[in-house]
């Protein structure tokens, strides 16, 4: 079967493009396919708030069927292993040939991992997601014992809220947080002070400006130097395309993410949209938040190649807000060069993401509503 579209990944953009599909009435073509390797979507700016304990995996996971049933698309529990961009079809892990005329790809990306050469180590990628939730959710069993040592790797947001969501949930283990450059370095100067006394304050040892290249023998090391003993890595080292990218026929960046233009339209293939981190655009940087400001303009623009209408420009915006949980229900909030903290930084976020969530969770009576 040729399907009409295929949207690759239940990535923000896509959650967004179905959600303003959904609210708009317009329903894709029939034979349109959903395909992800999960049946929900987890939502990572939730991920360090599960794992500190203050959400449930429920509140933090959106069922993807429902969604599609509301839409009016199929949904297939499946995983891109190839892409063959000319020949428009795509082949997944478990044997399926899955044929195009559009493809929508919003597959995210995956952490860089440093060489891992024995397995005296457990290396736990923070995406994607559910392998760290269910080695972090053994660790909590009264049954099992958690590392006396966890060292997460990244200098970024995402490893900051890790290793301070860690610290809160496992009191009897070292947490060490190891960043390649200075933390936070893209932030204010005022940001950064207060991430670092944070961690001081909490217990959580910081080693900047070291990059984790091998693991082997329970050590971490940087080239041939050693620096620290330990049981689990966690590694939110930021974002590395996938290998199947590279090999599709698609136009790529040197780093392998699919370039695309200002419609979300592949600079190769104008049946190829790609959206969020797996895509590559000059200004647009690789976070959730540009990924769901995508959505709206993907929604629009598939649409608009469907129907033969004129398509819209997406501008990356120059700066975007950042509010970085602190596991206490607090956060670190950035905008520019303000800088805030405390508890009220906190209940922003939570309302952001809570908000989020209610948006693009489709509940049984509004699919029956759809229905009838
Ligand atoms: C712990 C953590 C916290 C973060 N917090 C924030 C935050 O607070 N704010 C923020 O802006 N950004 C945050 N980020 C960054 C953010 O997660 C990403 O930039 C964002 O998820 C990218 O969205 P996306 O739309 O590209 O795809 P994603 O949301 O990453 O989703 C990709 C989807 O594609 C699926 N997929 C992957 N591979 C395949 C395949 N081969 N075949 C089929 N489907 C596939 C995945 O299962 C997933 O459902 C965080 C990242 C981490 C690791």
Partial sequence: MNRPLVLAGAGHAHLVTLRNWIDRG???????LLVNPTPAAWYSGMMPGLLAGRFSAADCAID??????????????????????????????????????????????????????????????????????????????????????VAILGGGPAAFELALALRASLPATDVVLISASRLLASHPAALIARAQRLLRQRGVRLIEQQKITRIYHGQLFNGDQPL???????????????????????????????????SLISTSHPEVFATGDCASLPGALRSGVYAVRQGAF???????????????????????LALLATADGGALMSYGRWVASGRLMGWWKDRLDIGFMQRHRISLEQTHGHRH
């Fill in 26 to 32: 317009f329903r894709p073509p029939a034979g349109t």
């Fill in 64 to 149: 993807l069927a429902p969604l599609c049933r509301a839409c009016d698309i199929e949904l297939y529990m499946g995983k891109i292993q190839a892409l063959d961009a000319d020949a428009r079809s795509l082949s997944l892990t478990d044997g399926t040939q899955l044929d195009y005329q559009r493809l929508s790809l919003n597959t995210g990306s995956i952490p860089p991992l440093p060489e891992v050469r024995d397995n005296s180590v457990a290396l736990l990628p923070a995406k994607p997601f559910p392998k760290l939730h269910q080695t972090w959710t053994a660790w909590q069993q009264p049954t099992s014992t958690a590392p006396t040592c």
């Fill in 228 to 262: 620290l003993l330990c049981e689990a890595v966690v590694a939110a080292t930021g974002a590395s395309a996938p290998d199947w990218l590279r090999g599709s026929g698609l136009a790529v960046d040197t780093d392998g993410f699919a370039r695309i233009g200002k």
């Fill in 298 to 320: 993907l929604a629009d623009n598939i649409l608009g190649q469907l129907q033969g209408t004129a398509l819209r420009h997406y501008q990356p915006q120059r700066q975007a």
